[in-house]
T-cell receptor
Framework: EDQVTQSPEALRLQEGESSSLNCSYT??????LFWYRQDPGKGPEFLFT???AGEEKEKERLKATLTKKESFLHITAPKPEDSATYLC????????????FGSGTQLTVLP | EAGVAQSPRYKIIEKRQSVAFWCNPI?????LYWYQQILGQGPKLLIQ????????DSQLPKDRFSAERLKGVDSTLKIQPAKLEDSAVYLC????????????FGQGTRLTVV
């Protein structure tokens, strides 16, 4: 059974204080690992897809990296508007393409 | 490009009543998902369609939940009868069947069962 564990559950940062969110996963053959951002009252918003160990993707202040067992979402010099819940999901190899999500990290960036 | 549309946005019902949610996916997306997201948790897959066929419904409580996707486009998720523990946000998502497999989500329907 595919499993995704995210840590920490919640993170409070001062504006400009860089940090990283962790996503550990167990999957029978990884097709892709996805990061989403979810604001209160909204559906998850797609951020990145990573397909193989060593791959990195960047978008503004966010950088996602992938190893064979975990992924990190690095946030550099965050701003209050980066406050949201960040969700990680894995997709196993095969034709089904289901996404298995972690419980998310709730990030609060204080001005 | 229009996103995934869902309605209604909010619904409050009494336990044992029935409720239905509607989803219109991104045009051309063959794969459609329904997820249940309980407060403080990540989304949990209920059912996945490819065109109008069911790919996975292993986590769908079939004694009370049903879903259909007519003509491989719009989809409806129904709960009958509802229980208190069904209170959650119901998210619809869609994806293409090409190399890019990321799923795009609608805003969700927040269901409160009282």
């Amino acid at each position: 059974e595919d499993q995704v564990t995210q840590s920490p559950e919640a993170l409070r940062l001062q504006e400009g204080e860089s940090s990283s969110l962790n996503c550990s996963y167990t999957v029978s053959g990884l097709r892709g690992l996805f990061w989403y951002r979810q604001d209160p009252g909204k559906g998850p918003e797609f951020l990145f897809t990573l397909y193989s160990a060593g791959e990195e993707k960047e978008k503004e202040r966010l950088k996602a990296t992938l190893t064979k067992k975990e992924s990190f979402l690095h946030i550099t010099a965050p701003k209050p508007e980066d406050s949201a819940t960040y969700l990680c999901a894995v997709q196993a190899s095969g034709s089904a393409r289901q996404l298995t999500f972690g419980s998310g990290t709730q990030l609060t960036v204080l001005p | 490009e229009a996103g995934v549309a869902q309605s209604p946005r909010y619904k409050i019902i009494e336990k044992r009543q029935s409720v239905a949610f509607w989803c219109n996916p991104i045009s051309g997306h063959a794969t459609l998902y329904w997820y249940q997201q309980i407060l403080g948790q990540g989304p949990k897959l209920l059912i996945q369609f490819q065109n109008n066929g069911v790919v996975d419904d292993s986590q769908l409580p079939k004694d009370r939940f049903s879903a259909e996707r007519l003509k491989g486009v719009d989809s409806t998720l129904k709960i009958q009868p509802a229980k208190l523990e069904d209170s959650a946000v119901y998210l619809c998502a869609s994806s293409s069947t090409g190399a890019l497999t990321e799923a795009f989500f609608g805003q969700g329907t927040r269901l409160t069962v009282v």
